[in-house]
């Protein structure tokens, strides 16, 4: 029986991250950095979405936020304290600050971003005594899937030499020698 808890079987966890994934590579389609999120509460998945910068000009556009958004207006809470936040790329400081802002329970991510990941790379904003909430965290789930998406999308980029510096610094674990 499944549950939204930790314990939740891994292949659980694996299907919510195949609708992250769909958005990750959603979001690739209109040039957006690939990276999606879902929010499940209850066994149902309330909100999907990509990476929106470019497309909606929106600096704070990230997966996680566009899905936190449409999770709290489908829940009528700001709060989400039943939710779960599948994420394709470890949160970065601004999305885990709102995922502790939703007083979200649990988070799932993907492949760890190396520079700017702020749950296990840098800053543990997830799990700081400095703030009044701490998220629960699996990480590596479709690890390589989501890892790869990133990876090729800037090896295309770059390859078209169209990347920023800004840019290629979210793609923590391709090595310059990769390219
Ligand atoms: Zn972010």
């Excluded at 499940?40 to 704070?60: S, Y």
């Amino acid at each position: 029986m499944l549950s939204e808890s930790a314990a939740e079987p891994i292949d659980a966890h694996e299907h919510w991250m195949r609708e992250a994934l769909r958005a990750a590579r959603e979001a690739e389609s209109r040039q957006e950095v690939p990276i999606g999120a879902c929010i499940v509460i209850g066994n149902r998945i309330v909100a999907v979405a990509g990476n929106r910068t470019r497309t909606d000009c929106d600096p704070t556009a990230h997966a996680e936020i566009v899905a936190l958004r449409e999770a709290a207006q489908a829940a009528g809470n700001y709060r989400l304290g039943d939710a779960t936040m599948y994420a394709t790329i470890e949160p970065c400081a601004m999305c885990a600050g709102a995922l502790i802002q939703a007083r979200i329970p649990l988070l799932v991510y993907g492949a760890r971003d190396e520079k700017a990941g702020a749950v296990d790379t840098h800053f543990q904003i997830c799990n700081s005594d400095k703030l009044n909430h701490r998220i629960e965290v699996i990480s590596g789930v479709l690890e390589s899937e989501c890892r790869d998406l990133m990876q090729q999308f800037f090896k295309d980029r770059r390859q078209r030499s169209e990347v920023s510096d800004q840019e290629s610094g979210t793609l923590a674990e391709t090595p310059a020698s990769d390219v």
